[in-house]
Structure formats: C-alpha cells, structure tokens
C-alpha cells in the first residue's frame, strides 16, 4: 500500500468503531483502498467456505419457510442482525440442532456470519425445537424467525 493513500485518522476510528460496537473485525475497501482492523486473541468460529461451492445435495428434511405464523409464534427465534445463517460450526460437520431435538438455554443453535464474522445464536430457553426455519447458507434479516423451540 502507497503510504500516500494511508489514513492514520481513518484507522483510529476504525478501531473505536470496533470498541463501541464489541465487533471483532472491520474491514474498508474502497477499490483504490483496503483497510482491516481486528482484535487479537479473540475466539471465533472459522467457517471455511471454497471460493466457487457447488450447490449441495441435500437428502435430509430441508427447512420450512419462515411464514407469518412462525414470526408471531411464542417459541420463535429470531435474528438479531443482518447475515447468513449456518447450521454447522464448520461445512461437513454435524449440525448444531435438528428438528425434534431437545436443547437447553444458552445452547448454540447456529451461527450467524455477518462482516466475517461468525455469531453464534443461543437458545433463550431450553425445550424442543420443532421446527427450523432457514437453510445452510440462507441470507437472514433482522427480526426474521429462525427456529421455533416449544
């Protein structure tokens, strides 16, 4: 990098930003520029995907679709950011939860990669998952319903 185009200023709030908001890693690219910042020695799940995956084929029960009843349902969960979902900590792994699988709170249910980074969702209370409601590398937006435990 030419240091003409280096920005100390923009590191600095890049790094606050990283404090304020509890995020492990930033990334800035503006084409002519590319600036990442991370935290040292801060565990995280590292979900290693090929540049170019071929679409799997899936012979287990795949996902119902999210739909209005899931969303107002008592036993939903929902995203709490913008990303993609993951159901394993890692590609050819069990999965964290399958449907009909008795979980306790605080359990990982799966984890959400958003800004490369991997958030694990945790189970609000225990119970029984019934259904779930996103697939294996599926966008999710905010507030959308991602499991039901009864």
Known sequence: MATKNFDSDLVRSLAELLDQTNLTEIEYDTGSLRIRVARQ???MAVHHMPAAAAP??????VAQ???DDAAGHPGAVTSPMVGVSYLSPEPGAAKFIDVGATVSEGQTLMLIEAMKTFNPIRAPRGGKVTRILVTDGQPVEFGEPLVIIE
């Open 56 to 61: 799997a084929v899936v012979a287990a029960p």
């Open 65 to 67: 679709p999210a739909s």
């Open 41 to 43: 020695g801060v565990p």
